[in-house]
């Protein structure tokens, strides 16, 4: 048990027995900035999390990018073998913890650098991708985003649902337009997560997800993972309690069985660099994240996640639907769909 945590011991062991699973943390795409920032994975490890999903890329970064900060990725991870584990299934994960290792996965965000091609997200899934979404905030050939005139999904992105679901590879829909997202919700054979996304009837922010999709969301088995971004839990602010509030929220609205937890932290010593709404204004609109910093105060911190579980036991939430919450979930959608 980790005592620099600071949390009660009943908080602390249960932590320390559950399987804990950010669903998504964000690298720079800066071949100049990544040494910096992998070196930030230890986060992870201090605070009792065993399987991290680290992005590649997003949908404004192209095809050449997303492969060089994949190389990079797994490179360094081999490298440092003693701590970390790139894993390829579930079991990878529990022999991760046992070894006292943090299991690392990949995710994309947006198709837009695969363009028609396909057979790219097999090869992306070898090198560790399990989950993608279609499109980032923009519409692109496959999809519509939450920021552009809503396409929904198109022939093109129903062949990319299909193959991710022969590879098994998870279909994310945070990002999407509502058009979209039902579109694949009624489309999908496997289970869909939103793995960064909070409810919007808690904030009127376009990322963040209405009802109707939430429950589309778990109606196919899938999970909704609660994002740590303050300008997204409201008042631009991010401790325990302001996520257990979207937590309080998603699990009276879909069930806690359908809960899980994705921060979006940002991994670099430079915010700003990362998050330029100025330079990117066709991913993110001014009216929406003008003025949006994104420092330790707004963000979240893998460090906090033991204190999310101790609030949550305070919440009156169950053993059960804390392990749950915190990665059980995940799990069980894993077993459903990685191959």
Not at 80 to 107: C, M, P, R, T
Not at 139 to 148: I, P, R, T, V
Not at 162 to 177: L, N, P, Q, V
Request: hydrophobic share 35%.
């Amino acid at each position: 048990m980790n005592k620099h945590w600071k949390i009660e011991k009943d908080a602390a062991l249960l932590h320390e027995k559950s399987v804990v699973w950010d669903c998504h943390g964000c690298m720079p795409q800066s071949m100049e900035q990544l040494p910096m920032a992998i070196s930030q994975l230890s986060q992870y490890r201090d605070a009792g999390v065993d399987i991290a999903h680290i992005n590649l890329g997003d949908s404004y970064f192209p095809l050449d990018s997303l492969v060089r900060v994949a190389a990079y990725l797994r490179h360094w991870i081999k490298a440092h073998d003693g701590e970390y584990q790139l894993i390829s299934s579930v079991d990878d994960i529990y022999q991760a913890k046992k070894n006292g290792k943090l299991a690392v996965a990949f995710d994309i965000e947006g198709g837009q650098a695969l363009q028609e091609q396909v057979s790219l997200l097999e090869f992306f899934y070898d090198l560790g991708v399990r989950w993608m979404l279609l499109s980032y905030n923009k519409s692109n050939l496959l999809a519509g985003g939450c920021h552009d005139e809503d396409t929904g999904l198109t022939e093109l992105g129903r062949r990319f649902v299909d193959e991710m679901a022969r590879i098994g590879m998870i279909t994310c829909c945070s990002h999407t337009g509502y058009r979209t997202a039902m579109d694949i919700f009624e489309y999908a054979s496997n289970p869909v997560i939103f793995s960064h996304s909070n409810p919007r009837s808690l904030v009127d922010h376009p990322r963040n997800v209405p009802d109707e999709l939430m429950k589309a969301c778990a109606n196919t088995g899938g999970v909704q993972c609660i994002n740590g971004i303050g300008f997204f839990l409201g008042g631009d602010t991010s401790t325990p309690d302001t996520i257990v509030r979207h937590i309080d929220y998603a699990c009276e609205l879909i069930g806690a069985e359908h809960v899980g937890i994705g921060l979006d932290y940002v991994f670099t010593g430079d915010f700003a660099s990362d998050f330029s709404p100025e330079d990117h204004s066709d991913y993110w609109p001014a009216e929406y994240y003008q003025g949006s910093e994104l420092n330790d105060d707004t963000l979240f911190c893998p460090s906090q996640l033991p204190q999310l579980t101790e609030a949550l036991m305070k919440r009156g939430y169950s053993d059960d639907n804390i392990r749950g919450i915190l990665g059980e979930n995940m799990i069980r959608v894993a077993r459903q769909v990685w191959k």
